[in-house]
């Protein structure tokens, strides 16, 4: 299993992503994170404030504690959606219209990660690194049991890490181009149900608006991601 814990690191790689493993053992390498299948959920939902928050703070002090406004968690959900990326290639983007249980994950795993997987196995690759959160549904036995069986190697990683899931800035971009293209979209009118029903048929269509390489820009980013984390000893970085 891979894990996110940099235990054993070359001199000659100046920052990488390393294996839990004993000395002479082989190391992740940057070039390693194209092979990872990044996957995770989004919930998109109405700000409650989209006014830019103002702080005054000396150089240096930008990834401060006390320079930052924290996310609210807002209970006004609106639709929770699924997709993955390895490499430059995205997966679909998948609208989750029902309350994510272990049976309907492992149910979404197997109809929109395998085309994925194979995918990876028509370019000759026979390894499958996958990442995805520590949410409990992922987490539960069936589950892993399920990606076991299928010899799906999941990757590790820590909790509340989001600085080192670079798919959680392809949601950032998603939300972006959706009001570019549908800036209005929250307007619909018939409620929160006809919204959910609009995002669940144009979210799928923004997401394949989303370049190649901003993909490969994502998984780059990881070697520096890493140096962030250690650096700020778990604290907020630019990622």
Same mark, same amino acid.
């Given at each position: 299993?891979?894990? =996110?814990?940099?235990?054993? &690191?070359?001199?000659?790689?100046?920052?990488?992503? &390393?294996?839990?493993?004993?000395?002479? #053992?082989?190391?992740?390498?940057?070039?390693?994170?194209? %092979?990872?299948?990044?996957?995770?959920?989004?919930?998109?939902?109405?700000? %409650?404030?989209?006014?830019?928050?103002?702080?005054?703070? #000396?150089?240096?002090?930008?990834?401060?504690?006390? &320079?930052?406004? !924290?996310? @609210? %968690?807002?209970?006004?959900? $609106?639709?929770? *959606?699924?997709?993955?990326?390895?490499?430059?290639?995205?997966? /679909?983007?998948?609208?989750?219209?029902? +309350?994510? +249980?272990?049976?309907?994950?492992?149910?979404? $795993?197997?109809?929109?990660?395998?085309?994925?997987?194979?995918?990876? =196995?028509?370019?000759?690759?026979?390894?499958? /690194? =996958?990442?995805?959160? +520590?949410? /409990?549904?992922?987490?539960?036995?069936?589950?892993?049991?399920? $990606?076991?069986? +299928?010899?799906?190697?999941?990757? @590790?990683? !820590?909790?509340?890490?989001?600085?080192?899931?670079?798919? #959680?800035?392809?949601?950032?971009?998603?939300?972006?181009?959706?009001?570019?293209?549908?800036?209005?979209?929250?307007?619909? /009118?018939?409620?929160?149900?006809?919204?959910?029903?609009?995002?669940?048929?144009?979210?799928?269509?923004?997401?394949?608006?989303?370049?190649?390489?901003?993909? *490969?820009?994502?998984?780059?980013?990881?070697?520096?991601?890493?140096?962030? *984390? $250690?650096?700020?000893?778990?604290?907020?970085?630019?990622?």
């Amino acid at each position: 299993m891979i894990s =996110f814990i940099p235990l054993v &690191c070359l001199e000659s790689i100046p920052i990488s992503l &390393c294996k839990t493993a004993t000395p002479g #053992e082989a190391v992740t390498t940057a070039e390693d994170f194209e %092979k990872v299948i990044w996957s995770n959920e989004y919930i998109m939902k109405k700000s %409650k404030d989209r006014r830019q928050q103002w702080v005054f703070r #000396e150089p240096g002090e930008k990834w401060g504690a006390d &320079c930052i406004q !924290p996310k @609210e %968690k807002d209970e006004r959900i $609106l639709l929770m *959606v699924w997709s993955s990326f390895w490499g430059k290639r995205k997966g /679909p983007l998948v609208p989750i219209t029902q +309350n994510i +249980n272990k049976t309907r994950y492992i149910r979404l $795993l197997r109809r929109y990660l395998f085309p994925v997987i194979n995918q990876k =196995f028509s370019f000759g690759m026979q390894d499958i /690194p =996958f990442k995805q959160d +520590n949410a /409990p549904v992922h987490n539960a036995y069936n589950v892993i049991d399920w $990606l076991e069986r +299928n010899s799906i190697e999941v990757v @590790e990683h !820590p909790p509340y890490s989001p600085d080192l899931s670079p798919i #959680e800035h392809t949601w950032v971009e998603l939300k972006k181009r959706l009001y570019q293209q549908y800036p209005r979209i929250a307007d619909t /009118p018939g409620g929160t149900e006809a919204v959910k029903k609009t995002l669940s048929e144009v979210l799928p269509l923004v997401w394949e608006t989303i370049r190649e390489e901003s993909f *490969v820009k994502l998984w780059k980013s990881m070697p520096d991601r890493v140096a962030a *984390v $250690l650096e700020a000893k778990g604290g907020y970085t630019r990622y």
